[in-house]
């Protein structure tokens, strides 16, 4: 597991971004991992600029999604799809019909799931996963539990996290209250993993994820365990592991 510290948010995102760029150039039929949420906005963002200036290509990429939300269809303006569209797909010259998010409006979730595990074996697996995380630890919708996830499945989101969430909805009562998010096991298949932090809320868990032991109790925490996983955070994000490991 390998930490960068970078100045800023901004600085994260383009470190981010390059390392993506450099997955895309090397392999342009790659498949792609994809998160949602504030921390990598600032990544596509960046992305798109590499493709406006004629440095990358997307037209060979494939995605796939971490999660979305349970009742909420693409045309919803918080949803994952809408969310992708909107901060990448768009304005790069990817294919939409090789970009994927689970259906969080299927009649059978169970059934979603394992149809969405197929998906990903049959493209071969994830070359790259860009991961977020939850100040709980949470690493695509998989909560503090008991166990780790294997497979992708229907969550119940914790209060901590629809309260997160309740920022990009009209009030607290919109927040839906259920997920379908892959598992651990399916994020740990994923060849490499970017992790992207920022902000001091997180200090204690990107310790945690980092030196802590390794409990579903800190989803993230499995990511010990892989052999290609970066993490890249800002200096608030670091602030817990400068002060209690001297680095």
Not at 53 to 81: C, H, I, M, P, W
Not at 124 to 131: C, E, N, P, R
Not at 153 to 167: D, F, G, Y
Request: with cysteine; charged share 20%; aromatic share 8%.
């Amino acid at each position: 597991m390998k930490v960068i510290k970078c100045k800023d948010y901004t600085e994260m995102s383009k470190k981010a971004a390059g390392l993506f760029a450099a997955q895309i150039t090397m392999k342009p039929d790659c498949v792609l991992g994809l998160a949602t949420g504030s921390t990598p906005i600032g990544t596509y963002k960046r992305l798109i600029e590499l493709y406006q200036a004629g440095d990358l290509d997307f037209s060979r990429v494939k995605t796939v999604n971490l999660d979305e939300y349970v009742g909420l269809d693409g045309s919803s303006d918080q949803s994952y799809r809408y969310f992708m569209n909107e901060n990448l797909f768009n304005h790069v010259n990817i294919n939409k019909n090789d970009t994927h998010v689970p259906n969080g409006k299927a009649a059978d979730l169970a059934a979603e799931g394992e149809n969405y595990e197929a998906l990903i074996r049959s493209l071969g697996g994830i070359d790259m996963q860009l991961l977020g995380i939850g100040n709980n630890g949470h690493i695509g919708f998989n909560e503090p539990n008991e166990f780790f996830d294997k497979t992708t499945h229907e969550v119940q989101l914790t209060e901590s996290t629809i309260t997160a969430n309740a920022r990009f909805f009209a009030s607290m009562d919109e927040v839906p209250k259920t997920a379908i998010s892959m598992g651990i096991g399916t994020i740990m298949q994923a060849k490499k993993i970017i992790l992207v932090a920022n902000g001091s809320s997180k200090a204690e868990t990107i310790y945690n994820t980092v030196y802590g032991p390794i409990t579903p109790q800190v989803p993230a925490s499995a990511l010990q365990l892989h052999p290609d996983v970066t993490i890249i955070v800002d200096e608030e994000a670091y602030a817990a592991i400068a002060e209690k490991c001297g680095k």
